[in-house]
């Protein structure tokens, strides 16, 4: 299975921050994400060859597209691939390889050319997703637009699926894979939903 984990963010309400070196209990998100897809084709998804620097010894790949945020990074990790792929945003500190394989899983069994989770409320979460190459054509008529919503290519293709978070709680009972970090409380949250979870790797909340 292919992942693209992107961490060319800014993290503005972070003061800045590199979001994937941020440590939750000790170990750095982009740590905790490569130790979790330890067993699939990983890439890291740079915004340009400055950043590409702190993850030396990783395998990177750097936007070819300037200021187009993570569409920028989607587009990359699928020039890269040329094939399915699910992406990951560096934020979130708990997704669990298990539901990546899901949601990759029922991807293909659709052949989706995007499949996004949905929460009851029909929020999308576009990234922790999957994607295919037959996207990129939307992607680049974004590009041409100067059109930097990350749904608007989800929107024009009609070959999207949606699936229902709340089916993954079988694999993630209390859906921390969503959980993501954006500002200062919510690292202090990761640090305390990261101490309530066994070492052994079991989610106990
Ligand atoms: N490769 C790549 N990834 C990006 C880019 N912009 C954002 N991302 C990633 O996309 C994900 C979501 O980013 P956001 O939370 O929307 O933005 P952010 O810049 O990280 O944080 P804020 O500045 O606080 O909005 C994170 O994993 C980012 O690292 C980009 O231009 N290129």
Known sequence: MNVAILVGGRGRRLGGAEKSQIRICGKKIIERLIEEFAEFETVIVCRDEGQKRLFEGHRCVVDSVRNFGPLAGIHSALSYFSSRTAVVACDMPFVKAKVLEKLY??????DA??????WSDGRLEPLLAVYSP???LEIERSFEKNERKILAPVFRSNNVALYDIECLRKIDKNLLSFFNVNTREDVERA?????SIDLGGKSQI
Not at 105 to 110: G, H, R, T
Not at 191 to 195: A, G, T, V
Request: hydrophobic letters at 50%.
């Open 191 to 195: 640090e305390k939903l990261c101490l």
């Open 105 to 110: 899983a029922e991807a293909e069994k659709c």
């Open 113 to 118: 050319d995007a499949l996004l989770p949905v």
């Open 134 to 136: 037959k996207i990129l």
